[in-house]
């Protein structure tokens, strides 16, 4: 006697949050020493992400891996980075790491380029060097070049204190990475 039968089966797997937009954000800081702050709250669980996020911020700031400091991954006081899980982490931070070095270099070679008096497009940075391409004499050192930056704006008659070079940067599941509408090269200090 054969015994026929029907079954039914389902199961979901929740990979990158698939009920609602997955988005990851980081802050970004030209700091002193020429080194790059990052803050965001990426947990490391094995896969070597915080080595990754070094390498990708070293590469858009034009520093060494070893001038990356990543910061505190608490989410009270950093941008929240959601979930650890297979390469997510990756894709989605190390998006949002290249967004926020991208823009936070950017604003550094807009002043470099004032400083020197060329186009930011001519300046360069490499491995901790900072220099204007197809100039022999305009070159310098990232530490030396923020401490010179943050010199000249505590210098300027506005009344306002050193400049910091900073961009938050973010990245959602479907590829489409954006500046937060936060960006900016700011010079803090004043009133209020």
């Given at each position: 006697m054969?015994?026929?039968?029907?079954?039914?089966?389902c199961?979901?797997y929740?990979?990158?949050?698939?009920?609602?937009?997955?988005?990851?954000?980081v802050?970004?800081?030209?700091?002193?020493?020429?080194?790059?702050?990052?803050?965001?709250?990426?947990?490391?669980?094995?896969?070597?992400?915080?080595?990754?996020?070094?390498?990708?911020?070293?590469?858009?700031?034009?520093?060494?891996?070893?001038?990356?400091?990543?910061?505190?991954?608490?989410?009270?006081?950093?941008?929240?980075?959601?979930?650890?899980?297979?390469?997510r982490?990756?894709?989605?931070?190390?998006?949002?790491?290249?967004?926020?070095?991208?823009?936070?270099?950017?604003?550094?070679?807009?002043?470099?380029?004032?400083?020197?008096?060329?186009?930011?497009?001519?300046?360069?940075?490499?491995?901790?060097?900072?220099?204007?391409?197809?100039?022999?004499?305009?070159?310098?050192?990232?530490?030396?070049?923020?401490?010179?930056?943050?010199?000249?704006?505590?210098?300027?008659?506005?009344?306002?204190?050193?400049?910091?070079?900073?961009?938050?940067?973010?990245?959602?599941?479907?590829?489409?990475?954006?500046?937060?509408?936060?960006?900016?090269?700011?010079?803090?200090?004043?009133?209020?």
């Amino acid at each position: 006697m054969k015994h026929r039968g029907r079954g039914v089966a389902c199961g979901w797997y929740g990979i990158a949050r698939t009920a609602a937009m997955d988005r990851a954000a980081v802050w970004v800081e030209l700091d002193d020493g020429g080194t790059v702050k990052i803050a965001t709250g990426v947990t490391e669980i094995g896969e070597g992400v915080l080595t990754g996020l070094c390498q990708i911020a070293a590469q858009e700031m034009g520093v060494r891996p070893e001038d990356i400091v990543l910061g505190d991954n608490d989410t009270a006081r950093v941008p929240e980075a959601a979930h650890a899980g297979a390469t997510r982490m990756t894709y989605m931070i190390g998006n949002a790491v290249a967004v926020g070095c991208r823009e936070a270099f950017g604003r550094f070679r807009v002043a470099m380029g004032a400083y020197w008096g060329v186009s930011p497009e001519s300046v360069r940075a490499f491995s901790g060097e900072v220099w204007v391409e197809g100039s022999a004499s305009k070159r310098m050192s990232m530490e030396h070049a923020v401490h010179v930056l943050k010199k000249r704006a505590r210098h300027c008659h506005c009344g306002q204190r050193p400049l910091h070079l900073s961009a938050h940067g973010t990245a959602t599941r479907h590829g489409r990475s954006h500046p937060l509408a936060k960006l900016r090269l700011r010079r803090t200090g004043g009133r209020g």
